[in-house]
């Protein structure tokens, strides 16, 4: 399995329904600079104040370091949590956007917005 397929695997894991993760990015995303691969979100052609991405390398994120979240590198531990404990962060941000989305085009459908 390459790194996409572990991608898909521990988003599928965390996220089965596909209801917080919208998209998955792996090595084959990146730039390379300096011998570092490096995450620029920009490519995305999304709105950066959407996008949370999560890594255990702060050299990779250099580019948006206000998007990441830096967690330690899994190696395999079966009581390694990290990702686990992130997930009611990431609800309460999922409904914040739902909700900023259904404002949004409630707005847009009407003349004004009050």
Not at 3 to 21: F, H, K, S, T, V
Not at 24 to 33: I, M, V, Y
Not at 53 to 70: G, M, P, R, T
């Amino acid at each position: 399995m390459g790194e996409q397929g572990g991608i898909n695997e521990i988003c599928e894991a965390l996220d089965p329904n596909y209801n917080m993760i919208v998209g998955r990015f792996g090595r084959e995303s990146t730039l390379l600079k300096d011998g570092h691969y490096i995450k620029d979100l920009s490519y995305l052609n999304r709105p950066l104040k959407e996008i949370i991405y999560i890594d255990f390398e702060d050299i990779s994120v250099e580019l948006q370091k206000e998007n990441a979240i830096l967690i330690p590198k899994f190696e395999g531990e079966i009581d390694d949590r990290n990702l686990i404990d992130l997930i009611p962060f990431l609800e309460r941000k999922l409904l914040i956007i739902k909700s900023y989305l259904y404002l949004y085009r409630s707005c847009s459908l009407s003349w004004r917005c009050s």
